[in-house]
């Protein structure tokens, strides 16, 4: 008899009818939160995304210049302003201050290191940002940024990557790797894409054998991105996730925008902080 991890069972055999049998595991409680009715503060969440913009092109900036002029090399492209990491702090800070507006300073929150928490297919992911309370894993995030010139082969990369990290983690949860009682962690994508005419352009689709879905003929790299980060969260890999689109014209100003309105920074921000005060009610 064949058992699978989903079944969680172990086989036995009977010492007198020498049959093999099956005994299934009892199952675990877990507490499922609910907090949709929870009133959320959401101060000012506008100008606050713009600030987070603006670091975000700011430090691409800083850090293109000074790996250049160590380098010595000012023909790669982009490549040194998007290796050198921390463009992203802006929105961790943005996150970490929803938490603080509503009196949520409990948890322990890991931005910098101690980033690796257990996978199923893998033996560790390693995620930008990591909530804890009393040792209970309440919330893991990812922020991405993505700017040109490079869409397509970029794109394919971070649909393949957010598919196999959320049900890494996913399955992780289902086989205890967080504890024997935790809840379901929340989980969260962020995406910041250059608004430029690569990403933005309509691109073809090669249909060799079969026909793509019909929504992704003639779409712009943005719009993939939406219909990726949309059927992340309709397929429950994601409780939440959000797109935003920033010109680098508009670097100093941090003006951004917001193609779809269930993609929202308010909406991602508003069940982020909710699920965590859920929790720690609970």
């Known amino acids: 008899m064949f058992t699978g991890a989903n079944d969680r069972l172990k086989a036995t055999r009977n010492p007198k009818k020498g049959a093999t049998c099956s005994r299934r595991k009892p199952p675990r409680v877990r507490a499922e939160i609910h907090y949709s009715d929870m009133p959320i503060i959401l101060k000012n969440i506008e100008p606050r995304v713009r600030l987070a913009v603006k670091h975000y092109w700011g430090t691409l900036s800083s850090q293109a210049q000074k790996q250049g002029a160590i380098t010595g090399r000012t023909d790669t ?25 509503n009196g949520i300073t409990k948890p322990v ?19 930008d940002m990591l909530i804890f309370h009393d040792d209970v894993l309440l919330a893991v995030i990812e922020f991405k940024s993505q700017r040109g010139p490079s869409f397509g082969n970029n794109l394919n990369n971070r649909a393949e990557e957010a598919v196999g990290t959320a049900n890494d983690a996913l399955v ?5 790797a967080f504890g024997d ?99 720690i009610a609970s």
């Open 109 to 127: 929150i890991h931005r910098h290191s101690r980033l690796e928490i257990p996978g199923y297919f893998r033996p560790t992911k390693k995620w």
């Open 181 to 279: 009682q935790a809840p379901k962690p929340w989980l969260g994508w962020l995406m910041l894409l250059e608004d430029c005419e690569g990403s933005q352009h309509p691109v073809g689709v090669a249909e060799p054998h079969f026909p793509v879905f019909a929504e992704f003929k003639d779409s712009s790299y943005a719009k993939r991105y939406e219909i990726l980060l949309r059927k992340l969260r309709l397929e429950n890999l994601f409780n939440e996730t959000a797109l935003i689109l920033t010109k680098e014209s508009e670097a100093k100003t941090g003006k951004y925008s917001e193609p779809a309105a269930d993609l929202s920074m308010q909406r991602f921000l508003a069940s982020f902080a909710g699920h965590i005060a859920g929790i």
């Open 172 to 176: 992780a949860y289902r086989e205890r």
């Open 77 to 101: 492209g982009n490549r040194n302003a998007v290796t050198g990491g921390k463009q992203m702090d802006g929105f961790c800070d943005l996150l970490m201050g929803v938490l603080a507006d």
